[in-house]
């Protein structure tokens, strides 16, 4: 049984590039493509890790974070940010937010995929 | 109403024409004025035909605009300056 | 013959005749009856006669006889007042009714912050300055029975000595003013034995005057026309009335006349009605022409007749007495002796009330530290103050009197005294005509104006060696030639009392106004200040006690014992039930208490009520509704305010645009501020997934073709789109920048549509339905048809995009109109929210309705309104109905070329 990871991405073709790279590890990656339903999702789901993209049409990265950290049984899972928007003040809000790992695109797989082992010690097998 | 309140300034203008008057010999004959020896100057009859001319005509306009703007507001009543009260006639 | 006994019984008769119409005055008044006469304009203008002294009556002719016409300017001065009543007195009245004035010197320190410093400055001014005035009186009638003296004189040899004549009809004086004028306390009651009996006083002297005038042209001169003649051939039958004094003694009896403490009594004080001003405008003028009409005849019959040497001052008197008419005689002797006796009565009536409110009664409340509440009966202190004042001033022109031995001509004495109360014009014109005027400068003024008129009219006045040395008078006051009394500043050769006259005014004016200039008013003072001025704008009192910790009782024990305690009683019970309470108590309201203190100040003065009132209110309290009330009323403020409204109405219209420009300005400059962070965004996120895809491809072996050629597709098309973001930003810096060429052909507007339908919907994922009428569309004209094409396409992806319709549909409508072309995109989506309609063609402004915003960068809007504004068109949003509607609007004229900057069409045609 793999590890779950939730990718609230809605540029398609990064969402599939991320799955690509996430799934060839091992993990079961869940994609979805709206803010507004993150939410509902995260909390059936209950993955190891969330992703989250900063623009989201429904509800923002930033939003969705919050409501996570405000949730007693989400509050403590890793949380991968991603953002185009090359502003530090994003990132300086994002971690107000209470964000585990902040990434600015474009990244390398290899980065990505590193901070995605750093935040769930070890990688979905173990 | 605005007669009434020119009435004043023209009873003063009025009575400081005497002002222009040249003056008359003293009763010393000495001349207190200049050039007074060859005017003949104005004689106090004269003066006081004018003076009281004036006088009565102040009195008699005074009276006329009385009759004419009527009676003032009572002291209770504002008067209102923009809206002077015209009286009758 | 007429024996001195004879005259002392007819004038005793007389007396006892005025006492019991004095008395029968009050008792009507008393009972209610009587009005028509007793608050009659008649008598209003009998009464102001008392100005007519026995100056007048016996100096004018001795002025005459010596001057000419110059006596004329002390009668010239007041008739002019009168006439002007409309400008001064209507004011003055209103403003002694509406603030209960008791006296001039009231009225000043009233309306500079109820002042005592100042009322007492006033009331001693007031009696330095009339004391001699009534010196004079007593002198008159002492040198009239001296007539009657001399003429019986030969029989026995001895002239008896008159001197205590002048005490006795002092004592008698001083009796009457005692007995009718402190008979009830409430001067705004008024005393109307004293004003009737004046009145009576007034018709004998007139009638006097006339018998002896009459007697003189057509008993003596042989009519009008003989005694023209015996004028012109006189002495003083030549006009020689040097012009300053002219001026200057009109303008003094003018000052005097509004000035002089008696006047401001019969005038201000006991006037019952304004109305009577306006009869008495012309009235009195009438009477004093009335007076001075055969002065000139008398002096120069007197000339004439009697023997040289005799005192001209006398000749009413000794010209009848000298042809044998005995019965006028005594009539004209009557006549003097109204005229002294009225004078004295009023004048001292005056001053008394001065006296006790302003000195006596300050000084009794302050010595008794208790204050007003403590239990005592004030009343009778406030009436027992006036009697003894009464006596002091009656006691004070005596001792003049007999100090000064009687000596000098009447009319010196009496401009003396006008150039003393004269002084009080600037300060009492000043304070109800300019708001400005200050206590500082009211009290500065007065002190120089007074100062100055001791030093150059009455201590002169008393003769070299007397007062002042003759050293002063040659050399000035230590030495200085400047200060020399009749040559002030080293102005030489003008008469003495226009040299007086003119410094004392003008520099008392002058100080007056630069202190007030310089000075600040205090909250009492400028409220004060505001109620004169506008007195005829409305005359309701506005200042207030906050009065909620005054005790009614106290304040009711307080009354009591000033006004009396059934005067009290019904006033605060009259107050109760106007408050609509039960019981006698009214609550001590603002209102109440400011009406109590009026009324207590009609009884011991402004100034006096004012602190009797504060120490039991607890202090005069000023507050900022009081002053708000004061700038309201001040029609200069109000004006100056509406120009105020105005401006400030014109400032909230611009600040209205101002913060709509900046509203926008702000939501584009955060634009702007995310401009670089947009790009980054709109940059970085197609080269996210080129550079994961690309290390996909080079770092993983084991791909599957399929993959791989799916991949680098992905990365074809993210390279496509970074392009086409790069595009856009290139065109849009170009059209912003006003670069762009314009290649202008002829086209129709059909053609141009069929174009940019065909290209938008070339690959197109989601069905949309466009209606068009080719018909309408048929419309040739001269524009850049790619470009027009490119504003198109734009609007037609939109709706293709977001239209979030089940079945989209895009209506394509042309109308043609004003000389422009209308092509409408109105689509059947939901339409844009009107917060963001301002925003729809700005950069970067993507309104994310749906999950499909990947793909532009959210610049067509932008670009479509640069290429419009290039093509001399432009595109907007149209508001109301469903959907979206886009108006693109070109211009239609034929000829018309599209507009283009100056040096952009290059390639016209």
């Known amino acids: 049984m793999g590890k779950r990871v939730v990718l609230v991405e809605d540029e398609l073709n990064i969402a599939e590039a991320i799955r690509f790279l996430l799934s060839r590890e091992g993990w079961r990656v869940e994609t979805l493509a709206n803010g507004s339903s993150a939410l509902k999702v995260i909390r059936k789901a209950m993955p190891d890790l969330v992703m989250l993209d900063v623009m989201l049409p429904g509800r923002s990265g930033f939003e969705i974070l919050q409501d996570l950290r405000a949730d007693p049984e989400l509050q403590a899972l890793p949380v991968l940010m991603l953002t185009a928007r090359g502003q530090s003040r994003d990132r300086e809000m994002a971690e107000r937010a209470g964000v585990s790992r902040f990434m600015t695109k474009p990244f390398s797989n290899a980065e990505m995929l590193d901070a995605v082992r750093d935040l769930t010690r070890g990688g979905p097998a173990g | ?89 | ?909």
């Not at chain 3, 008159?140 to 030969?154: G, H, Q």
């Not at chain 3, 200050?438 to 009455?458: C, D, E, I, P, V």
Request: charged share 15%; with cysteine.
């Open chain 3, 1 to 909: 013959m007429v024996s001195l006994n004879q005259l002392v019984i007819v004038c005793l008769t007389y007396v006892a005749g005025l006492f019991i119409v004095a008395f029968a005055a009050e008792r009507a008044a008393l009972r209610g009856h009587g009005d028509w006469l007793l608050r009659s304009p008649l008598v209003y203008t009998l009464s102001l006669s008392i100005y007519c002294t026995a100056w007048t009556f016996y100096g004018a002719v001795g002025y005459a006889a010596r001057s000419g016409l110059e006596y004329v300017t002390i009668y010239l001065g007041p008739s002019l007042i009168m006439v002007a009543w409309w400008w001064l007195l209507r004011r003055l009245v209103r403003i002694g009714r509406a603030q209960r004035v008791t006296s001039i010197a009231d009225l000043i320190s009233s309306r500079f912050g109820k002042s005592n410093l100042l009322a007492i400055v006033v009331t001693t001014m007031a009696v330095i300055g009339v004391t001699p005035y009534i010196a004079l009186q007593l002198q008159s009638v002492t040198l009239s029975l001296s007539i009657f003296a001399v003429s019986e004189a030969p029989a026995d040899g001895a002239v008896p000595d008159l001197g205590s004549s002048a005490l006795w009809v002092a004592v008698g004086l001083a009796l009457f003013t005692v007995l009718f004028g402190t008979r009830n306390l409430n001067v705004n009651e008024r005393h109307h034995g004293v004003v009737i009996a004046v009145a009576v006083e007034a018709v004998v002297k007139l009638v006097a005057l006339l018998a002896v005038g009459i007697f003189v042209v057509w008993g003596l001169a042989g009519g009008i026309e003989n005694t023209l003649a015996r004028i012109d051939a006189s002495d003083i039958g030549q006009w020689r009335v040097d012009g300053s004094r002219w001026a200057a003694l009109t303008i003094l009896a003018a000052a005097a006349f509004v000035c002089l403490p008696r006047m401001f009594q019969v005038m201000v004080v006991e006037n019952d009605d304004e109305r009577h001003l306006q009869i008495a405008s012309w009235a009195f003028p009438l009477y004093l022409m009335l007076m001075s009409l055969f002065v000139v005849p008398i002096a120069v019959t007197g000339l004439d007749l009697l023997p040289p040497g005799s005192n001209p001052d006398l000749f009413v008197l000794s010209l009848p007495l000298s042809e044998g008419q005995n019965g006028l005689a005594m009539l004209s002797f009557l006549g003097g002796f109204s005229s002294a006796t009225s004078m004295v009565i009023v004048a001292t009536l005056a001053l008394s009330t001065m006296v006790s409110n302003h000195i006596v009664m300050p000084i009794f409340l302050a010595v008794r530290q208790g204050g007003a509440s403590q239990s005592g009966d004030v009343r009778n202190v406030v009436i027992l103050a006036r009697r003894l004042s009464i006596l002091l001033i009656i006691g004070l022109g005596y001792s003049y009197y007999r100090a000064s031995g009687g000596s000098g001509a009447l009319a010196a004495i009496g401009l003396i005294s006008f150039g003393g109360v004269a002084q009080f014009l600037p300060a009492l014109l000043g304070g109800i005509f300019w708001r400005g005027a200050t206590r500082a400068g009211a009290l500065s003024g007065l002190a120089t104006g007074f100062a100055l008129w001791m030093f150059t009219m009455l201590l002169p006045s008393f003769g070299e060696g007397v007062a002042l040395s003759a050293g002063i008078f040659a050399e000035g006051v230590l030495g200085l030639g400047w200060l020399r009394p009749q040559a002030l500043f080293g102005i030489e050769g003008l008469d003495p009392t226009v040299h007086a006259v003119v410094w004392s005014l003008s520099l008392n004016a002058l100080v007056f106004g630069l202190v007030s200039i310089f000075t600040f008013p205090d909250p009492v003072e400028r409220l004060q200040g505001a109620q004169f001025v506008n007195v005829l704008d409305h005359s309701r009192p506005t200042r207030s006690w906050t009065a909620s910790v005054a005790g009614s009782e106290e304040l009711m024990i307080m009354a009591q014992r000033i006004l009396g305690a059934r005067e009290a009683q019904v006033f605060f019970r009259h107050w109760a039930q106007r408050q609509g309470g039960a019981g006698t108590l009214p609550e001590p309201t603002p209102d109440f208490v400011q009406a109590l203190e009026r009324e207590l100040a009609g009884a011991v003065g402004a100034a006096t009520a004012h602190a009797m009132v504060a120490q039991i209110v607890g202090g005069a309290s000023v507050s900022v509704q009081d002053l708000l009330a004061v700038a309201d009323e001040s029609a200069q403020m109000l004006e100056y305010s509406s120009q105020l409204e105005a401006k400030s109405r014109e400032l909230v219209e611009t600040a209205a645009q101002l913060r709509a420009a900046n509203e926008k300005l702000t939501q584009l400059s955060l634009q702007k501020d995310n401009f670089l962070s947009q790009i980054s965004h709109e940059l970085r996120t197609p080269m996210t997934s080129i550079r994961s895809f690309s290390e996909i491809l080079r770092d993983t072996d084991r791909l599957s073709a399929e993959d791989k050629t799916r991949y680098a597709s992905i990365i074809h098309t993210e390279a496509l789109r970074l392009t086409r973001l790069l595009d856009d930003l290139l065109d849009l810096s170009v059209l912003e920048n006003g670069q762009v060429t314009l290649n202008l052909a002829r086209c129709t507007l059909g053609d141009v549509l069929d174009h940019a339908v065909t290209t938008a919907q070339t690959g197109a994922t989601r069905p949309l339905t466009i209606e068009r009428d080719p018909a309408e569309e048929n419309l040739g004209f001269l524009t850049d048809p790619d470009r027009l094409a490119q504003v198109f396409i734009n609007l037609v992806t939109n709706a293709q995009k977001y239209c979030v319709s089940a079945a989209p549909r895009l209506r394509i409508s042309t109308a043609r109109h004003d000389g422009w072309i209308d092509v409408i995109f109105l689509d059947n989506g939901a339409g844009i929210a009107p917060q963001d309609r301002a925003l729809v063609f700005e950069k970067f402004t993507r309104l994310m309705r749906t999950g499909d915003a990947g793909d532009g960068a959210g610049l067509g809007l932008s670009i479509c309104r640069e290429i419009m504004t290039r093509l001399g068109g432009h595109i907007d949003l149209v508001e109301g109905g469903d959907g979206t509607a886009f108006r693109v609007r070109l211009p239609a004229g034929q000829a018309e070329a599209p507009k283009a900057r100056v040096g952009d069409m290059q390639r016209v045609g």
């Open chain 2, 1 to 89: 109403m605005d007669a009434l309140r020119v009435l004043p300034f023209l009873g003063l203008a009025l009575w400081m024409v005497p002002l222009l008057w040249p003056l008359g010999p003293g009763p010393e004959g000495l001349p207190p004025g200049t050039g007074a020896d060859t005017a003949p100057g104005m004689t106090t009859a004269d003066a006081l035909r004018y003076i009281f001319g004036v006088w009565l005509l102040l009195i008699l306009s005074a009276a006329v605009l009385w009759r004419r703007t009527g009676d003032l507001p009572g002291p209770g009543e504002p008067v209102d300056p923009a809206a002077p009260a015209e009286g009758g006639g």
